[in-house]
């Protein structure tokens, strides 16, 4: 089993430009999450999906879009990246709303 | 919204040294989490609790549904137990685990 695993594990973007964070995991869990980490702000949620076919916002979903392509795999997409996205991206999953398993992790830079 | 605050924030400790982490917060909830994140980055979840305590290996975890706190106990402490330590709560009174609020977490640094 590989868990949860995200793409690409580094990347650097110039402001405006696009991108997508893919996430999988192989876990069988429904529900899954993307979260970002900034220093000194702890982990904060920007959507989740509680299971496959919905969405819903979290705390910081302001510049990001999603998509839960199937019950594998939910993705993070920044559409015109601004240097205030530059953080440090998780993808997390869980059965329902129990114990949360994470991703690597994916270090964005926008310059 | 579910205010979480740790402490201590840094902590540093000889190998063998029983180590206590708190965390507290300000609305009701039905779970709350402990984490681990290592230096490399990688964050593990160590426990779900709702109410009492958990054990697992040389970590244990306690919670005081009312008072707002839980407590996070290393014991015996090694250097490979370096982390820092996150406590996470539901969002909102009476909100689901799915929003999650987290705390800024406890660098803990254990020396040889």
């Known amino acids: 089993n590989a868990g949860v695993t995200q793409t690409p594990k580094f990347q650097v973007l110039k402001t405006g430009q696009s991108m997508t964070l893919q996430c999988a995991q192989d876990m069988n869990h429904n529900s899954m999450y993307w979260y970002r980490q900034d220093p000194g702000m702890g982990l904060r949620l920007i959507y989740y999906?509680?299971?496959?076919?919905?969405?819903d916002k979290g705390e910081v979903p302001n510049g990001y879009n999603v998509s839960r392509l199937n019950k594998r795999e939910f993705s993070l997409r920044l559409e015109s990246a601004a240097p205030s996205q530059t953080s440090v991206y998780f993808c997390?999953?869980?059965?329902?709303?129990?114990?949360?398993?994470f991703g690597p992790g994916t270090r964005l830079t926008v310059t | 919204k579910n205010e979480v605050e740790q402490s201590p924030q840094n902590l540093t400790a000889q190998e063998g040294e029983f180590i206590t982490i708190n965390c507290s917060y300000s609305?009701?909830?039905?779970?709350l989490h402990w984490l681990q994140q290592h230096p490399g980055g990688g964050i593990v979840s160590l426990f779900m609790?709702?109410?009492g305590k958990k054990k697992h290996g040389r970590l244990i975890a306690t919670i005081n549904i009312q008072e707002k706190h839980s407590s996070l106990h290393i014991t015996a402490s090694h250097p490979r137990d370096s982390a820092v330590y996150i406590c996470a709560v539901p969002g909102n009174s009476g909100g689901s685990n799915y929003k999650l609020t987290f705390g800024k977490g406890t660098l803990l640094t254990v020396n040889p």
């Open positions: 609305v009701g909830i039905s779970a």
């Open positions: 609790l709702s109410s």
């Open positions: 999906s509680a299971s496959e076919g919905t969405t």
């Open positions: 997390a999953s869980s059965l329902s709303s129990y114990e949360q398993y």
